[in-house]
């Protein structure tokens, strides 16, 4: 038996291999030679019977760290905020709600259509009733010319519903408006309806004013009258036209008005 083999049977396994790794190539042959002596391997190089963990291998704890590390910077990038697929859930409070409040019907009376009319058909004058508001419309000559006379009740005094027609006659200015109101209420006639004084006037626009005799076709006019119901109601007759027929068709207008009876309905 050689001197290598002889001085490395009482060793470990391991140790005795690598201490027969130190050995010339010729003794570790089974050459005989000058004997060697033999040291101990360094404290460092020796092994120990511990098993060695493997790089790769990682605990449960290590592997979540691991994820959360890689989660947090791709959740910060405005790329990552919203994904195809992702399910989202909101709260959104609900707005209080709104109480609505149920229009007031609007009560009877003569402003509703509560009275009953009865009244002289003038002769050309067309009688057509009421409906809606109208308590009655009449038609002056050809139907189909449209000139109009109409019985509303309504309230106002009977300066503030002349000013009301005088600008409907297309009069902008104040300071001529009210001059021709002046000139209206001071021309005004009163008639006697069952015993109620009425009120009728007529108003002018500005080129029916200046029309002379010759040229009185000329521009547009209102007939109005007023029949006091009570202190806050009246009965408003009205024709908007021509000048001309507003003229030519004055009398049969204030005959119209005198012939107005009314009542309640039942």
């Known amino acids: 038996m050689s001197l290598a083999a002889k001085s490395y049977r009482g060793l470990p396994d391991r140790r005795r291999l690598l201490e027969f790794e130190q050995f010339p190539r010729a003794i570790r042959a089974g050459q005989k030679g000058p004997a060697v002596p033999v040291r101990p391997p360094p404290r460092s190089a020796r092994t120990t019977s ?4 493997p790089a790769s291998t990682y605990t449960a704890a290590t592997y979540r760290w691991l994820c959360l590390l890689a989660v947090l910077p791709a959740g910060c990038g405005d790329d990552a905020a919203i994904r195809p697929g992702d399910i989202r859930s909101y709260t959104i409070p609900r707005p209080p709600a709104v109480a609505v409040v149920a229009p007031r019907p609007a009560e009877p009376g003569p402003q509703s259509g509560g009275l009953k009319l009865s009244y002289d058909v003038p002769e050309g004058w067309t009688d057509r009733g009421g409906g809606g508001l109208r308590l009655a419309t009449l038609v002056i000559g050809d139907p189909a010319a449209g000139r109009e006379v109409t019985v509303i009740p309504a309230a106002g005094t009977l300066r503030s519903n002349v000013e009301r027609w005088q600008g409907q006659l297309g009069e902008t200015d104040v300071a001529t408006r009210d001059k021709a109101v002046e000139a209206a209420l001071a021309a005004a006639e009163k008639l006697d309806v069952g015993g109620t004084e009425a009120t009728v006037v007529l108003l002018l626009d500005a080129e029916a004013t200046k029309a002379t005799e ?3 076709t000329a521009g547009q006019a209102i007939l109005g009258a007023m029949i006091p119901l009570d202190e806050s109601a ?8 021509d000048a001309a027929v507003a003229r030519r068709e004055r009398d049969n207008f204030n005959r119209f008005v005198s012939s107005i009876r009314w009542q309640e309905k039942q």
Do not use: D
């Open 50 to 53: 511990r098993p060695v963990r």
């Open 234 to 241: 009246a009965l408003f007759v009205k024709y908007k036209g």
């Open 214 to 216: 010759q040229t009185e």
